[in-house]
């Protein structure tokens, strides 16, 4: 398959995004499988799945992204394949080009496939089984195309019952807001970060101010929530005012339809109950 199609589709004068060629491994010494999940708030908010294999990241774009909950069977959108370089990509794809908004990168590790067959070979059957080394995800996935559907690249990805599913687990964004419309307007970005480059240079890493201010608008999404977790019980106290980043982070949970927001409600209803 090779990267044809990726390459067809961006233009890396304008885009920070890596060229890339098929085989080459920042990981070069480790014969462990990457895997990445990039959070893209582009013309909706999705969830980049890629998985290593045959020199590339085979991909799939999950717009509630992964679960650690086996009830949760997301839908997986097969898109073309990445260069392995792409598993360190973060940052700001300018408006104009291909998938423009924020990538961050919102969890990597390595995989490991499960079943007899080669991971390309599985890929092929449309059907692949494995277990995560992540930070946020762990244990068994299964990954397999919807049979039946119209749609020749819906897939469906999900976790399986193991130690590490979590009934209970929440989605949490690394940015405060859906898709790219929906960025806060103080927080523009005009500098790109790349998390490779700064790998291939020495010097002590140091983030451009609007990263910054993401970071800091993120922390607050998160204090937020956690605040507004604590005073559910009396929500009469919260002030009716709607700052521009409130209103992100209202409109993202509704875009994503976060189990946060399910969650809040039920802890709510149960708050009144008593
Ligand atoms: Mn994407």
Known sequence: ????????????????????KVGTSRSKKSKKLSFVVQEHHATQLHFDFRLEMGGVLKSWAVPKGPSMNP????????????????????GTIPEGNYGAG???????????????????KQVKNEKIIFTLHGKKLKGEFHLFR???????????????????????????QLLPYGSRSEKP???????????????KSSK???????????????????AATAKKKRTTASSKTRTKKTSPLKAAVKASARNTKTRATTSSVRKRATAKNK
């Open 71 to 90: 009830s949760d069977k997301r839908l997986a959108m097969k898109v073309e394949d990445h260069p392995l370089d792409y598993g360190g990509f973060q």
């Open 185 to 199: 307007k103080g927080l523009t970005s005009k500098r790109v970060w790349v998390s490779n480059r700064e790998e």
């Open 102 to 120: 924020e990538v961050r990168i919102w969890d990597k590790g390595y995989y490991t496939p499960l079943g007899e067959d080669s991971p390309e």
């Open 204 to 222: 002590p890493k140091t983030r451009p101010n609007a990263t910054k201010k993401l970071v800091a608008a993120s922390k607050a999404h998160k």
């Open 1 to 20: 398959m090779g990267l044809r199609e990726y390459k067809k589709k961006r233009d890396f004068k304008e885009t920070a995004e890596p060229e890339g």
């Open 146 to 172: 919807m049979k039946g559907s119209r749609e020749e690249n819906a897939w469906l990805l999900f976790k399986a019952k193991d130690t590490y599913a979590d009934p209970d687990w929440e989605m949490e």
